[in-house]
């Protein structure tokens, strides 16, 4: 039954079922969040045995003799890198293994950069007047933040269901030298859940940009995060930059946030070693070495890379069953009415759902009015501004089975009253 052929007394026994069911749940003062991608209890519970790894004082001496309890090591364990090595596929020669906060060695990045510029002598960011940054939408909303609070500007590129539109990134990155970097979430990107195709990653390593100092923000957040059991491949970046002589343009960043404990993980940078020769001293203004007992903690609890994907597996079994709730209850009451789309993510931690042109943040404003907590509509775009207004970030994680449910079903009427008054107001 699609919507649009729908004749306005029809329409209107569809907004009022819609109004009654939202105001039903008024009543309820219900208190649902959907708005973060925030592990449930019971991922959390998955890490509660990496608490008592270090047990004492002979736990915190690292394979090189080196006691974690102290000073030292400013880029890391040898043994940590090697982890993150063995996950990633990336040589232990270019990981940095910092603190618990990807997000805060991103910002950091583009600081350091704002400040004393790039390998290879060139003028700081912040002295070259106006820079920007491309940031394929719908994306990351905290990766826009760090920009919109440095006064970088944004320019909104599209996402296909390979990655970027790479045509965009083309026009832009070689023509503008004010274009600085990227932004990419390349495995299962925020919020659509698409891996970048080959083809983009390629083009991506092989561009000729520009600027001499555009670096490729390579936020793999979600490298390992599958919902089922097949195994998602993404092209390994720097094998790709490597080919075309671009290895310096790629800064690469992970975490264990959503592996081990959030706010208590461990966070890598990698980098080529001509751009860590740059970084390191200017790191070590900055401290004389991250949490090192935290590091170790890790490479105990986990071991290898093989005992990171076992416990990632047992991860999906939580989230596995959400992410089909979601999609489910979607298709019950949305789907075949022509007035929503949704993205089918094979991991990650979010769906997209996409409203009518005009009505996302109709449906948000009417879904936290009965007590169900949305990502603000708009928050998938730079300065908030999606230009259709038509997408919401869904977080399935959080919530138990029951209130996901609930909060989803509340979802999907606040569609449909949005859509219906839309709907209706376009046949006045």
Sequence with gaps: MIWSNLSKSELKILRDQAAAELEAARAKNLKLDLTRGKPSRAQLDLSTGMLGVIAGAEDCVSESGLDCRNYGVLDGLPETKRLFSELLNIPESRIIVAGN????????????????????????????????????????????????????EMIPIPMTPEGPDMKQVRLHVCSDPSVKGIWCVPKFSNPDGITYSDAVVEELASLRPAAPDFRIFWDNAYSIHELYDEEVKLLDIFAAAEECGNVDNIFYFASTSKISFPGSGVAIMAASENNLHQIRPIMATQTIGFDKINQMRHVKYFGNADGIRAHMRRHAEILRPKFEMVKHVFERELGGTGIADWTNPKGGYFISLNTMNDCARRVYKLARSVGVALTEAGATYPYGCDPKDRNLRIAPSCPTLEELEQATHIVCQCVRLASAEKLLANKE
């Design 101 to 152: 906060s990807s997000l805060n060695l991103m910002f950091d990045t583009v600081v350091r950069c704002m400040l004393f510029g790039v390998r290879g002598g060139y003028e700081p960011w912040g002295r070259q007047g106006r820079i920007k940054f491309l940031c394929p939408s719908p994306g990351y909303d905290r990766h826009f933040a760090i920009c919109r609070s440095l006064g970088i």
